[in-house]
């Protein structure tokens, strides 16, 4: 079975967007967890959010792809309203990704941000608000102030947040 992963590996982008229109019924895409989740870009994503499974997807992990951006962010989750679960963690995106997760994922439960820079209060006050199944979130080193998690939990009484190593709001229901 490691050789069949190491195979995948190999596959360029478009190869891969390809076998995506093949599998309608598929659900979960987690770039990260092979070698070729560092070279996916803008245009990459653009192609997979073309493919008809798109809309099935439930989870998407994105974790540490230094080479996407919002570009590439709001082409895919634009075309994947059922996702429940998002990992974008380590990328360079800002607000306008998660205005648009918020205006295209109504199912969200999940979504890390670990480590996203870029993102302000502003954008995570507003995907609250639109994603009301959201039950938690990974905020582990954005630049976001404490006493904005505040007005999250203001929004949102039940949700988890993960900030700074703390976990807010423990008592709320568990993913």
């Known amino acids: 079975m490691v050789e069949?992963?190491?195979?995948?590996?190999?596959?360029p982008i478009d190869i891969l967007s390809h076998i995506f229109f093949l599998i309608p019924s598929f659900t979960d895409l987690a770039h990260s967890r092979s070698r070729w989740g560092c070279q996916i870009t803008d245009n990459g994503l653009y192609e997979i959010s073309l493919a008809d499974c798109v809309g099935n997807l439930t989870s998407i992990s994105l974790w540490g792809m230094a080479g996407i951006t919002d570009k590439g962010v709001i082409q895919l989750v634009s075309r994947a309203t059922s996702l429940q679960h998002l990992n974008i963690g380590g990328t360079f995106i800002t607000d306008e990704s998660l205005f648009a997760i918020g205006n295209s994922c109504p199912h969200l439960k999940s979504i890390v941000l670990w480590s996203c820079r870029h993102v302000t209060e502003i954008g995570l006050m507003f995907l609250v608000n639109k994603c009301r199944r959201l039950q938690s979130i990974n905020v582990w080193g954005t630049r976001v102030p404490v006493d904005c998690f505040m007005g999250l939990l203001t929004i949102s009484p039940a949700l988890q947040i993960k900030s700074t190593g703390l976990m807010l709001n423990t008592q709320a229901i568990s993913v």
Do not use: G, T
């Open 4 to 11: 069949e992963e190491a195979e995948i590996e190999r596959l």
